[in-house]
């Protein structure tokens, strides 16, 4: 069984940046594909970024390329997510997700293990 704890999120204002953290336990996650999802008020969870096993493969969702970046320290069993030029529109509670595979993805079915989430709110 894996554990996950984000955290990081708050209130910052537009243009502003935060850094979120995810903290795994139960076993190690440096063999196993990691992803950042997010949901908003009234919307469906979607994809925010992910790479693979090894980090040789990331994907972002467009609406965050160039502002957000995925990396980990294995040695802390710690995924980040680096949020620059945050927007309006990111505010949502954010969510990091194992994968029981090695390969990258953007669908939230491949995803096992999840997070409970840390609020993000973005204000003008």
């Known amino acids: 069984q894996v554990q996950l704890v984000e955290s990081g999120g708050g209130l910052v204002q537009a243009g502003g940046s935060l850094r979120l953290s995810c903290a795994a336990s139960?076993?190690?996650?440096?063999?196993?594909?990691m992803g950042w999802f997010r949901q908003a008020p009234g919307k469906e969870r979607e994809f925010v970024a992910a790479?693979?096993?090894?980090?040789?493969?990331?994907y972002y969702a467009d609406s965050v390329k160039g502002r957000f970046t995925i990396s980990r320290d294995n040695a802390k069993n710690t995924v980040y997510l680096q949020m620059n030029s945050l927007k309006n529109e990111d505010t949502a509670v954010y969510y990091c997700?194992?994968?029981?595979?090695?390969?990258?993805?953007?669908?939230?079915?491949?995803?096992?293990?999840w997070g409970q989430g840390t609020q993000v709110t973005v204000s003008s």
């Open positions: 790479f693979s096993f090894g980090g040789d493969t990331t």
């Open positions: 139960g076993r190690t996650f440096s063999s196993y594909a």
């Open positions: 997700a194992v994968r029981d595979s090695i390969g990258a993805a953007t669908t939230l079915r491949l995803y096992r293990y």
